[in-house]
Each structure stands twice: as structure tokens, then as C-alpha cells.
Nanobody
Framework: QVQLVESGGGLVQPGGSLRLSCAASRITFSIYAMGWYRQAPGKQRELVAAITNTGRTNYLHSVKGRFTISRDNAKNTVYLQMNGLKPEDTAVYYC?????????WGKGTLVTVSS
């Protein structure tokens, strides 16, 4: 059974940083496009950042210049470095793996930005 396990969430003050990790198992990780989504209370889930199997990235406009997505195929892990965090970044962050119609999700990790 495919597993995506997120870690690294927590409580951080505005302006602070966090690095999220998503470890994948039982998939050929290197061929998958990987993404980080988030869902805030009362809002729809939105794509925050994505990275293709070739390393091309794209970002939600509001996080450009603050967040960086990266992947380590040797470790079957995708990361989201989040700097300059704002209260509006508060959400549950989900990892996604997608390839050729296959779509897998992690259970999420909560990020709370508050003073």
C-alpha cells in the first residue's frame, strides 16, 4: 500500500520558518510529480507548490519567494521550505504524488502561524 507521511509542521511565530518533509513508500518515487497542498479552516484545498519528475517547479502566487519545494529521489522524499511565514499560511499541509492518473495523498501536517 502506498504511503505518504508528512512531518515538520508545528506552531511558529510570524516571520519564522519551517521545513516540511514527505516520505513516500511503495511507489517509484522518481517518476511521480509531487505537490504540497494546504487547506485552511472553511476554505478549499489549494496547491501551494509542485515539482515535476524532471525538477520543474511552480508555486502559488502568494508564496513565491518565500517557499521552496525540492525533492530527493534517493530518499523518496519531497520537502517544502517555508520562510517568512504569515498568519494566512496557517493550514493543514498535504503531500500529493501524481502520475498517469494515479493520485496519492498523505494525511497532512498542521502548520500554525501565530504570535
Amino acid at each position: 500500500q502506498v504511503q505518504l507521511v508528512e512531518s515538520g509542521g508545528g506552531l511558529v511565530q510570524p516571520g519564522g520558518s519551517l521545513r516540511l518533509s514527505c516520505a513516500a513508500s511503495r511507489i517509484t518515487f522518481s517518476i511521480y510529480a509531487m505537490g504540497w497542498y494546504r487547506q485552511a479552516p472553511g476554505k478549499q484545498r489549494e496547491l501551494v507548490a509542485a515539482i515535476t519528475n524532471t525538477g520543474r517547479t511552480n508555486y502559488l502566487h502568494s508564496v513565491k519567494g518565500r517557499f521552496t519545494i525540492s525533492r530527493d529521489n534517493a530518499k523518496n522524499t519531497v520537502y517544502l521550505q517555508m520562510n517568512g511565514l504569515k498568519p494566512e499560511d496557517t493550514a493543514v499541509y498535504y503531500c500529493n504524488a501524481a502520475y498517469d492518473g494515479l493520485d496519492y495523498w498523505g494525511k497532512g501536517t498542521l502548520v500554525t502561524v501565530s504570535s
